[in-house]
């Protein structure tokens, strides 16, 4: 199900550029589990849960979504490339010459201005965390005092597990 069809939208990452890549949820091999923008309607749902409704139209899909791949690579520091090579690779001929950020901005545009922030932060490169959730992958900035957070949401992943582990533990009992 995608977000067009009905799928919930959780935002969790805590900035732009890792919600942007939890439209996705991941492998431990950093493949695409479940892919929620399967279309044009799906962004824009998207857009709308964020209020970036009024962002330029996206004509290339497809680019969005490799660009999406590259830029969790990038964050997970499993790339050799580098901040500026992701965001050059993006296409902003549209977005203006001028200095400041139009109100009709690109999502790319905004979204590679959140990488750029997150990306050039050392303090926030190093509270981003992955989700271990099964097929999960989600990345998020660990804003807790202790920096303990282990989860997306304890409400998804972070409950299937306390349970996973409660099953377990009674099977273990049973035998």
């Not at 892919?35 to 969005?64: C, F, G, M, Y």
Request: proline content about 3%; hydrophobic content about 40%; aromatic content about 6%.
């Amino acid at each position: 199900m995608s977000y067009s069809e009905g799928h919930p939208i959780k935002l969790v990452g805590g900035r732009l550029a890792l919600d942007f890549v939890n439209t996705a949820d991941w492998t431990p091999e950093d493949e695409v589990a479940h892919e929620k923008l399967t279309n044009i309607a799906d962004l824009e749902t998207w857009l709308r849960a964020l209020n970036l409704e009024q962002t330029e139209p996206v004509q290339d899909l497809q680019s969005l979504i490799d660009f999406r791949f590259r830029l969790r690579q990038l964050i997970l520091k499993r790339t050799g490339d580098s901040v500026l090579n992701v965001v050059q690779s993006l296409d902003f001929s549209r977005a203006g010459s001028n200095a400041s950020i139009p109100f009709n901005q690109s999502i790319t545009a905004l979204i590679a201005a959140s990488a750029v922030s997150v990306l050039t932060d050392n303090r926030e490169l190093k509270r981003i965390k992955m989700c271990p959730g099964n097929n999960c992958g989600w990345l998020f900035v660990d804003e807790t005092k202790n920096g303990r957070r282990t989860w997306c949401s304890m409400e998804s992943c972070g409950n299937r597990a306390k349970a996973a582990r409660h099953y377990a533990k009674i099977r273990e009992e049973r035998l």
